[in-house]
């Protein structure tokens, strides 16, 4: 019994979180809701087409070789990382575009072409990103924060690289060209955040992007996600799938049990919840206690609408992530994150997988997801009327832009809203990244790794220090390993 330990939750910092515990050498059982691990990373297949429904950009690859490692496997061997060129395109509304990444020498070239007077501005602006990546990635990414000392020490460093500043206000410094200012100011709504509050902490993907490059797991994010299923199968790891902890069983500062949505009650020593911190604070736990009191306040990040399709052509000359941006820029956000309207206008982020792996459509067709920021559901909106509607606007939009005639070669459809996040996720507010990542809610001030109240409760995942993403989970478990050993 003092060796066991149950992960609630199997996304990616749980799955993270199971095995860096089983290294560690506990007995470890995980149990997820749905029917498959993975959490927002899900696979859809209808009509012919697959289509991977959240993650598909990996940054900092070597954060999954480490899960290999710890059990002596090469994760090369199992699974195919291809590095993308461009990481993404740009298309902005007067027609031009801007393709960002590929090798570091092309970014330079490429904003010699778009924005001469810039060249200058973004070298600062990397060699800037690479102080903030050195502090708080390397430094302090992986470090537990629970401690009020861990930010006081880190205080000076912050002050120095500013953090202070927005995403939008950091990039503002360097860059004066209004599309690529805006283009290279988007990084925060990846991770669910407003590029206008965001801390400019976040400025440092810049870094990593250029550090390490931008990937595609062939077979796509569930590919991955079985690979990693099967290597915690083979160290003996129990997964239990359709599985739901809907009451937490305490005892003074400790966690005794919890209580599946079966009936059955499972004990252990430790547990680690990978799930919304806003849903175990709020509805597993008891929700009277002060520290948990300042916390109830947190801000969602926003919502997010997707489509997903296929197409009955190809589409050669879109690659494989791309980014539309419409027309509005400060005004848009300040409609999904303050205002909480839906704009009427969007900004889009499309996924052509089928650019690299033909595994996802049927031989001369593509496959497709695009996704728009929206508010969460804390706005009025009522997404069974709104959503088809929105829909039509967007494939509309696209048709006349970057995918000619969509209407005419689209297959059939399938969207998310924020509902769904909500429903499938347990995700309050149907947020798309559990809390969103202002100054405020970083570091220190996000939910620590180790729960408010019990001793032997820990947190892994988006909602946790450092944050959301794949990085940022994936070092959450990290961060929860050191606290477990
Ligand atoms: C559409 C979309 C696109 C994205 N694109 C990228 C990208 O390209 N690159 C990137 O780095 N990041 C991306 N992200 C962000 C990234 O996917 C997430 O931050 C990350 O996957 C979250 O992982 P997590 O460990 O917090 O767990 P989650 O994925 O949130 O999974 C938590 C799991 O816990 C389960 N659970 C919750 N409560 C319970 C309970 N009581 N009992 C049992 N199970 C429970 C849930 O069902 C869920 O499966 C994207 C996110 C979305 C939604």
């Not at 102080?131 to 401690?147: C, E, R, S």
């Not at 939910?447 to 892994?460: D, K, Q, R, T, V």
């Amino acid at each position: 019994m003092p060796d066991e330990l149950l992960v609630i939750g199997g996304g990616l910092g749980g799955i993270a979180s199971a095995l860096r515990a089983k290294a560690a050498g506990y007995s470890v059982t995980l149990v997820e809701r749905l029917s498959n691990l993975g959490g927002r990373a899900q696979v859809l297949t209808f009509g012919g087409y697959k289509h991977d429904t959240g993650p598909t950009v990996i940054t900092a690859p070597f954060l999954f070789d480490e899960l290999f490692s710890l059990f002596s496997e090469k994760r090369s061997d199992k699974i195919e990382f291809v590095s993308l060129k461009p990481w993404y395109r740009f298309y902005f509304q007067d027609g031009s575009q801007f393709n960002y990444g590929g090798s570091n020498i092309n970014i330079l070239e490429e904003i010699k072409r778009f924005a001469p007077d810039d060249l200058n501005g973004y070298q600062q602006l990397v060699a800037h990103s690479k102080k903030l990546y050195d502090v708080a990635y390397t430094k302090l990414g992986d470090i537990p924060f629970n401690n009020l000392s861990t930010l006081i020490k880190a205080a000076p460093d912050m002050l120095r690289l500013r953090a202070d500043l927005s995403v939008w206000k950091f990039v503002g410094r360097y860059i004066k060209n209004s599309q690529l200012r805006r283009a290279l100011s988007i990084q925060p709504l990846l991770l669910g955040g407003n590029p206008l509050d965001t801390t400019c902490i976040y400025s440092l993907i810049h870094y990593l992007e250029r550090a390490h490059g931008v990937h595609f797991a062939m077979g796509g994010m569930g590919n991955l996600i079985s690979e990693l299923e099967a290597l915690m199968l083979r160290q003996n790891i129990t997964i239990l799938k359709n599985t739901t902890v809907e009451k937490i069983k305490t005892e003074k500062k400790s966690i005794k049990s919890v209580i599946t949505n079966k009936g059955d009650e499972i004990s252990a020593a430790q547990f680690i919840y990978n799930g919304d911190p806003l849903f175990l604070y709020q509805k597993l736990l008891d929700p009277t206690s002060i520290q948990i009191k300042i916390k109830r306040h947190h801000k969602r990040s926003m919502g997010l609408f997707v489509i997903f399709f296929g197409t009955k052509k190809t589409y050669d000359d879109i690659p494989h992530h791309s980014i539309w941006m419409g027309p509005r820029f400060e005004q848009h956000l300040t409609e999904i994150f303050d205002k909480k309207i839906l704009p009427d206008d969007f900004s889009l982020y499309l996924h052509r997988p089928t650019a690299t792996d033909a595994s996802f459509a049927p031989t001369g067709h593509d496959s497709f997801y695009v996704l728009a920021p929206v508010p969460n559901l804390t706005a009025n909106i009522n997404w069974e009327v709104e959503g088809p509607k929105l829909e039509k606007k967007i494939i509309s939009a696209l048709s006349k832009t970057i995918i000619p005639d969509l209407k005419k070669n689209i297959s059939e459809t399938h969207i998310m809203t924020p509902v769904d996040f909500a429903k499938n996720y347990l995700s309050i507010d149907g947020a798309g990244f559990s809390i969103s990542p202002s100054f405020r809610q970083s570091a220190w001030f996000r939910f620590h790794n180790i729960s408010e109240g019990y001793n032997n409760l820990y947190l892994a995942g988006a909602g946790t220090h450092p944050g959301a993403g794949i990085p940022g989970v994936l070092s959450s478990a990290k961060v929860v390993e050191k606290l477990i050993t």
